[in-house]
């Protein structure tokens, strides 16, 4: 099964966007695994799954940390981007998930 990481500060905040992500996955038919891990842990967690990360959000209160963790993202050829803050601070399931799709497609 493929993997949609959420990192962000603590790995706790994001989890209601994850909540919301699950269930509109499952409304879709799709089967990932969605869920938040803490930043720091980013590089541990690609070394633990290789091959079944499809792709890694970063929080919004972590955006600064994007282009470090790019370098690390892309040689495992795994897309990244920053969730949208209007999606996550509305708790938009669906928007975010729509935004992990755009880059795995």
Do not use: H, W
Request: hydrophobic share 45%; charged share 20%; net charge negative.
């Amino acid at each position: 099964m493929q993997r949609i990481v959420l990192a962000c500060a603590a790995g706790m905040s994001t989890s209601m966007v994850v909540t919301r992500m699950e269930k509109e996955a499952a409304a879709r038919g799709l089967s990932y695994q969605i869920y938040a891990i803490p930043e720091q842990n980013l590089r541990d967690e690609l070394e633990n799954y290789p091959g079944e990360v499809a792709v890694v959000l970063l929080g919004p209160q972590v955006r600064f940390k994007l282009e470090e963790n790019r370098k690390l993202t892309d040689s495992y050829q795994i897309p990244i981007a920053v969730i949208d803050s209007v999606a996550y601070g509305t708790l938009n399931g669906a928007k975010v998930l729509d935004q992990a799709l755009a880059l795995v497609n």
